[in-house]
T-cell receptor
Framework: QKEVEQNSGPLSVPEGAIASLNCTYSDRVSQSFFWYRQYSGKSPELIMSIYSNGDKEDGRFTAQLNKASQYVSLLIRDSQPSDSATYLC?????????????FGQGTRLTINP | DTEVTQTPKHLVMGMTNKKSLKCEQH?????MYWYKQKAKKPPELMFVYSYEKLSINESVPSRFSPECPNSSLLNLHLHALQPEDSALYLC????????????????FGPGTRLTVL
């Protein structure tokens, strides 16, 4: 089982609708979770991070975390064509007495005008 | 200043060349990272420095040699690379290395696109 799993997509959503991106992780000791947006040819940009169970909202973005189910999701409300990108879920996992980010394969999201 | 900068943006090198990638941040972050990203794949961790000391080496071949001259700078020295090393090389930084959120949030630079001929 991969450490972080995402549906690779592509996920196609009409403009103005809610885009829902999902991610599961395998390491129960993970405590920090991150969503990055990456446009084609660009570097990843941190858009949300979450630590506690429940919802965290920032503008049109909501991150949801359920540690019991080892599940983290990202909702994008009022989707815009500019939201079309690859979304990477990342989880902090222990390694060599430290921590490292492990990324999922990414979900490619397309918002259709 | 909330940016991570990387130079050069693009680099083309032969297999016998020696080159260096540079990364700089002025956010007072004490952890810095090198990642490699191939097309349509997620970033893969290569090295992590914490307080200017190498903390993690993800079994990277010795043709890649990292260096952290001070808390703001991170270099990646390249020597005798192979064509399969062509990729986007990303630098990132965070306030600290560890599990203390949000101090472990990582911010990426724009990357250096490397082509090895």
């Amino acid at each position: 089982q991969k450490e972080v799993e995402q549906n690779s997509g592509p996920l196609s959503v009409p403009e103005g609708a809610i885009a829902s991106l999902n991610c599961t992780y395998s390491d129960r000791v993970s405590q920090s979770f991150f969503w990055y947006r990456q446009y084609s040819g660009k570097s990843p940009e941190l858009i949300m991070s979450i630590y506690s169970n429940g919802d965290k909202e920032d503008g049109r973005f909501t991150a949801q975390l359920n540690k019991a189910s080892q599940y983290v999701s990202l909702l994008i409300r009022d989707s815009q064509p500019s939201d079309s990108a690859t979304y990477l879920c990342a989880v902090n996992v222990p390694i060599q007495g430290a921590q490292k980010l492990v990324f999922g394969q990414g979900t490619r999201l397309t918002i259709n005008p | 200043d909330t940016e991570v900068t990387q130079t050069p943006k693009h680099l083309v090198m032969g297999m016998t060349n020696k080159k260096s990638l540079k990364c700089e941040q002025h956010m007072g972050h004490r952890a810095m990272y090198w990642y490699k990203q191939k097309a349509k794949k997620p970033p893969e961790l290569m090295f992590v420095y914490s307080y200017e000391k190498l903390s993690i080496n993800e079994s990277v071949p010795s043709r890649f040699s990292p260096e952290c001259p001070n808390s703001s700078l991170l270099n990646l020295h390249l020597h005798a690379l192979q064509p399969e090393d062509s990729a986007l090389y990303l630098c990132a930084s965070s306030q600290e290395l560890g599990n203390r959120w949000p101090y472990n949030e990582q911010f990426f630079g724009p990357g250096t696109r490397l082509t090895v001929l």
